[in-house]
């Protein structure tokens, strides 16, 4: 027996800048499944210094949506257009999404650590709350900072990993 439930499935939108909030609100006041990571910094101005909400992903927007929902998406004041690939918005694994959650969530503050990998370096993060995502090693930053660009987002993030969490990819 067939289910007639349509199947849902994460995408990335592309946003206007600076409007990734509004549209977040947006698109749920329109009863769309959206997910806006948002990390705190300590932003700097000549006369004080403040914790601000920025989206992890500038720019970016998750969405959980139907094939029926495509154009209600798009036509959300602030949407660009979705992520695509040869014409086609191409679906984000759930368990990327689940990650970006916990690591979200976590906000941990980590120790220095040496990392034996080179920039280009194919990677697996085998621990911690970004466990499972792969991605290429951009960029080594100070002791404890590494870039990763995450695979089907091409976006590159910042994230802080002990050595221990990531794990070259053999070819």
Not at 82 to 89: M, N, P
Not at 107 to 134: H, N
Not at 145 to 169: F, M, N, T, W
């Amino acid at each position: 027996m067939q289910s007639n439930t349509p199947i849902k499935s994460w995408y990335a939108i592309y946003t206007r800048s600076r409007t990734e909030k509004q549209t977040h609100k947006l698109l749920l006041k329109a009863g769309i499944d959206t997910y806006l990571p948002l990390i705190r910094v300590l932003k700097q101005w000549s006369d004080r210094k403040k914790w601000v909400e920025e989206p992890l992903f500038r720019s970016y927007i998750f969405v959980c949506i139907t094939q029926a929902e495509y154009y209600d998406v798009l036509n959300t004041p602030g949407s660009v257009r979705f992520i695509s690939f040869e014409g086609k918005a191409v679906a984000i694994p759930p368990q990327q999404i689940e990650a970006i959650r916990q690591y979200v969530d976590t906000g941990q503050e980590l120790p220095d650590v040496e990392l034996d990998l080179s920039p280009g370096t194919m990677v697996d993060i085998i621990a911690g709350p970004m466990r499972g995502i792969s991605g290429e090693l951009l960029e080594i930053m100070g002791k404890k900072k590494v870039r990763i660009e995450i695979d089907g987002l091409g976006q590159a993030v910042y994230l802080e990993l002990p050595a221990s969490h990531i794990k070259g990819v053999r070819c």
